[in-house]
């Protein structure tokens, strides 16, 4: 009986129920040293070397002996280390005279409150120190971690670690234990405890590249920038000392933006950064409606000045939402409904 | 499969832009312990788009957008920023029309500014309490609540609007009689103002049934 290669948390079968799925710790064993002596006899077949045989090197062995023209990739042969196919599972809770080993099996989840009950017992163990150093009127040391860098375990990491299904409301209260913990101010001796559940976060969300300035002919400097909003697409082209004039698709914005609100939208990134009557700006724009081809103008005309301005303000121009591309668009109409929210009329008969 | 009724394109990760000029241009030093660390938090996280009607001018004001909204008929726009663009010039107008007929002293209590006005007036027709009929034994009991400061604004903002399209003579234009409300709400006299009482008097009537809440 073999599982598909799945993570425990798909798995709904009650995981401490014993059945024939289980797999002791011997069975787990004799698959390692036949996974190990299948590689030798693999990386002999292949003609290199039994001792340098890498995974990489196994699933193109693997792929040159066995070609597949299936579609999904799961669904090919494949040879990986035991670990990786058979999930990680609890061996058998209980001993052989049907008594559990541990004091909270009955709960059902039990990992998950012997969890709780350690974190609030470290809880507990900074509150006692901070009455300690009361008592000793010693000031709390204040060291802040930086929230900034780390999140916390996602619900799916975490059940995979305690290696149990969890609720939402579970998660929620754990998570929420953690952070009364760090909030306290002498809560870096439990530091240990809590790196366990947190992981770095990779802040690269300004992966933006500086593009320098052009110089045209006359010796101005000048820089472009597109943008999109709806169906429509646009790009500017930014000049510097210009007299605050912007042409669209060959039109005065006066002519072809009739209406107030647009025009403000266009100036917006030029009144934000305080260079009204500074630049001059030349844009194409196609598709869309009005409101639309005003907000992608906005958006090339941001981008575009990103390279006439230091790094803080383009920073300041992201946190005003002048940079972020706006995700909304028309929503589908769907069957059963006359409009996309828009229900037909409820008749009780 | 289960999908949520009210979901956004947006990841959830994602927050509101902040807008303001003046937030940004206020040097390092000047900001508090709690206001540097949000910056740095927001310095990590993903920020979503401004959107149309919001810029960073100084003639574009949240309530008053939201007031524009609220005119809105059939998705116009145009229609409702033009109505209040006419409403605030027509404010302005009955206000200098009494600053340059008004004898010296009194000159300077007259208010020109229809921004302030608009915003006083709106902050004189907030209720304080309401009424939730709060269904106990089979008998509806009307409740006396507090409310929330956003519904005080929605409920101000809409008993200015259904005043102005109901009670108006037929030949009268939205931006007059919008503009004559306000000014009368701005002198706390005028039918909104007096339904405002009209409700905390029965808050009032009604302070037997205050125990049946129960938040």
Redesign the interface.
């Known amino acids: 009986l073999r599982l598909i290669y799945t993570t425990t948390a798909v798995q709904r079968k009650n995981v401490g129920a014993s059945g024939p799925e289980k797999y002791t710790e011997a069975f787990i064993k004799k698959q390692i040293e036949e996974f190990n002596l299948g590689k030798r006899h693999l990386a002999n077949m292949m003609g290199e070397d039994p001792e340098t045989f890498t995974q990489e090197d196994i699933d193109r062995a693997i792929a040159y002996l066995f070609p597949s023209g299936l579609f999904d990739k799961q669904a090919r042969p494949m040879m990986k280390h035991p670990t990786e196919i058979f999930p990680e599972q609890r061996k058998i809770q209980w001993g052989e005279d049907g008594r559990p080993f541990h004091f909270l099996f009955y709960t059902g989840k039990q990992s998950y409150y012997s969890l709780m009950h350690e974190t609030y017992e470290k809880l507990l163990n900074v509150q006692k120190y901070q009455d300690q150093l009361a008592a000793q009127d010693l000031p709390p040391r204040k060291e802040k971690r930086n ?3 780390s999140r916390w375990l996602t619900k799916i990491e975490l059940e995979e670690m305690l290696l149990e299904k969890l609720s939402d409301d579970d998660y929620s209260r754990f998570i929420q234990l953690l952070q009364k913990l760090m909030t306290l101010p002498c809560g870096d001796i439990e530091e240990k405890h809590i790196q366990k559940f947190c992981k770095e ?1 990779p ?1 690269q ?1 300004q992966k933006v590249v500086f593009e320098p300035l052009k110089y045209d002919e006359r010796g101005v400097a000048f820089s472009t920038g597109e943008g999109t909003r709806k169906t429509a697409r646009a790009s500017a082209i930014v000049y510097d000392n210009g007299t605050g004039k912007i042409t669209v698709n060959g039109i005065d914005i006066l002519h072809y933006f009739p ?3 647009d025009r ?2 266009l ?2 990134p030029f ?2 950064l305080d260079r009204v009557g500074k630049h001059d700006m030349v844009c194409t724009v196609s598709g869309g409606g009005r ?1 639309a081809q ?2 992608a103008i906005r ?1 090339a005309s941001a981008k575009a000045l990103r390279s006439f301005v230091t790094e803080k303000e383009v ?2 121009m ?5 940079l ?6 028309k929503e589908r109409k769907k069957p059963g409904q006359e409009g996309a929210r828009r229900k037909f009329t409820w008749k009780k008969r | 499969r289960l999908t949520q009724v009210r979901w ?3 990841n959830p990760s994602f927050i509101e ?3 303001n ?1 003046e937030l ?1 241009q206020k040097p390092w030093e000047e900001l508090s312990e709690e206001e540097k ?1 949000k910056m ?11 959107p ?2 919001v ?3 100084v ?2 004001d949240p309530m008053i957008s939201k007031f524009t909204n609220m005119m809105m008929k059939d998705g116009n ?2 229609l409702a ?1 033009s109505l209040m663009a006419q409403t605030l010039e027509a404010i302005k107008r009955k206000q200098l029309e009494k600053y340059h007929k008004a004898p010296e002293d009194e000159k300077g209590t007259i208010e020109c500014n229809p921004y302030v006005i608009f915003h006083q007036a709106l902050k004189n027709c907030q209720p304080i309490i309401g009424l939730s009929s709060i269904t106990k034994g089979g008998k509806t009991y009307q409740v006396p609540v507090p409310l929330k400061d956003n519904r005080k604004r929605f409920l101000a903002m809409k008993w200015l609007i259904t005043e102005c399209r109901e009670n108006k003579n037929r030949r009268m234009l939205m931006p007059e009689k919008l503009s004559q409300e306000l000014l009368q709400a701005f002198n706390n006299e005028g039918p909104i103002i007096k339904k405002k009482h009209v409700l905390h008097k029965m808050a009032e009537a009604n302070r037997a049934y205050a125990h049946f809440r129960w938040w």
Do not use: C
Not at chain 1, 318 to 322: F, K, N, P, V
Not at chain 1, 324 to 329: A, I, Q, Y
């Open positions: 929230l900034a860098g976060v802040a969300l209406v107030l609100q403000e939208q100036l917006f009144q934000f409101s005003a907000g958006l920073e300041f992201r946190q005003a939402g002048l972020t591309f706006d995700p909304r668009v | 956004s394109r947006y832009p902040e807008v000029k940004y660390e740095e938090l927001k310095a990590v996280q993903p920020i979503k788009a401004a149309p009607s810029s960073s001018s003639f574009s726009k145009i920023r």
